[in-house]
């Protein structure tokens, strides 16, 4: 059975550093594109991250340069490193798999994980 | 940044009638757009992808169509679990983006 579940979301104060982490199963991480989505409470859907097979990453412009994206192909996760937060960056955040076929659509997703950025 | 509207921000309807989503784009997608439906507390789950292509369990109900910048979900006969938000998204142009969602509610 196809599985993602994040984890590591936490309150945390502006400027702080957070990792969440997203374990797969039923899939080989390697070997699809993942994605981070994230979404601010009673807000709709905003695409955060990606990291191809190949490794190849890129991010949306409002993380860039404080957000990076990374795998570990032998426990078969996928992480978001996120630093100097906002308060803006509070959101659900949801790891989603790649369609595949065709690349571009998300076709199994995590449960989410909460980050709030507050003092 | 490619941007997509949809309409209405909300749709009341009753069990049995049909619905008609729209989701319009800030420039030509051709057809690579699709149409997710989010229930409280839940993830997004996709339900049609270029345009027309229903996803892996969805029921013949959901249909999609349009090209370019005009795209259309239509459920044929709303069932109680089809009430929800609904998100179009486009993979044409990077990065990645969504529409702002339709709310289906019952009346």
């Known amino acids: 059975e196809v599985q993602v579940v994040e984890s590591g979301g936490d309150l945390v104060q502006p400027g702080g550093s957070l990792r969440l982490s997203c374990a797969a199963s039923g899939f080989t991480v390697s070997s699809n594109y993942m994605s981070w989505v994230r979404q601010a409470p009673g807000k709709g859907l905003e695409w955060v991250s990606i990291?191809?097979?190949?490794?190849?990453?890129y991010n949306a412009d409002s993380v860039k340069g404080r957000f990076s994206i990374s795998r570990d192909d032998s426990k078969n996760t996928v992480y978001l490193q996120m630093n100097s937060l906002r308060a803006d960056d509070t959101a659900v955040y949801f790891c989603a798999r790649d369609l595949g076929d065709p690349k571009g659509y998300f076709d199994f997703w995590g449960q989410g994980t909460l980050v709030t950025v507050s003092s | 940044e490619i941007v997509l509207t949809q309409s209405p921000a909300t749709l009341s309807l009753s069990p049995g009638d049909g619905a008609t989503l729209s989701c319009r784009a800030s420039?030509?997608?051709?057809?690579?757009l699709a149409w997710y439906q989010q229930k409280p507390g839940q993830p997004p789950r996709l339900l049609i992808y270029d345009t027309s292509y229903r996803a892996t369990g969805i029921p013949a109900r959901f249909s999609g169509s349009g090209s370019a910048t005009d795209f259309t979900l239509t459920i044929s006969s709303l069932e109680p679990e089809d009430f929800a938000v609904y998100y179009c998204?486009?993979?044409?142009?990077?990065?990645?983006?969504f529409g702002q969602g339709t709310k289906v509610e019952i009346k």
């Open positions: 998204q486009q993979r044409s142009i990077r990065p990645r983006t």
């Open positions: 990291i191809y097979s190949d490794r190849t990453t």
């Open positions: 420039q030509s997608i051709s057809s690579y």
